[in-house]
Nanobody
Framework: QVQLVESGGGLVQPGGSLRLSCAAS????????MGWYRQAPGKQRELVAT???????NYADSVKGRFTISRDNAKNTVYLQMNSLKPDDTAVYYC???????????????WGQGTQVTVSS
C-alpha cells in the first residue's frame, strides 16, 4: 500500500518559517486533492490548507496570508510553506491525499504519520 511520507517539522521561534513536504512513496494512478491538517494537544484535528489537482487552494482563516500550499504533480508531492509562525501554530501536522492507487480501485483518503511543529522562544 502506498504511504505518505512527511518531512520538515521541528522547533522554530515565533515569527520564523518552516516548510513541510509530503510525498507518496511510489508512483500511483492518480492523486486528486491534497492537503494539510493539524492537531494540537487536547484539540480536534483541523484543516489547514488544501489544493486540488488543478491547483485551486483553500486555507483556514487562521493561516491565510501566512501559509502557502503547493504541489508538484510530477513528484507526487505537496508542500506547506509556513511563515510568521505563532505559538498557536504548534501542533502535529498531517498530510492528506485523495488518491486512486490503481485504475481498478476506488478513490480513498490516505494520511501521513504526522510531523511535529513547535513554535516557541
Amino acid at each position: 500500500q502506498v504511504q505518505l511520507v512527511e518531512s520538515g517539522g521541528g522547533l522554530v521561534q515565533p515569527g520564523g518559517s518552516l516548510r513541510l513536504s509530503c510525498a507518496a512513496s511510489r508512483n500511483i494512478f492518480n492523486i486528486y486533492a491534497m492537503g494539510w491538517y493539524r492537531q494540537a494537544p487536547g484539540k480536534q484535528r483541523e484543516l489547514v490548507a488544501t489544493i486540488t489537482s488543478g491547483a485551486s487552494t483553500n486555507y483556514a482563516d487562521s493561516v491565510k496570508g501566512r501559509f502557502t500550499i503547493s504541489r508538484d504533480n510530477a513528484k507526487n508531492t505537496v508542500y506547506l510553506q509556513m511563515n510568521s509562525l505563532k505559538p498557536d501554530d504548534t501542533a502535529v501536522y498531517y498530510c492528506n491525499a485523495d488518491m486512486r492507487e490503481y485504475y481498478w480501485e476506488p478513490r480513498r483518503d490516505y494520511w501521513g504519520q504526522g510531523t511535529q511543529v513547535t513554535v516557541s522562544s
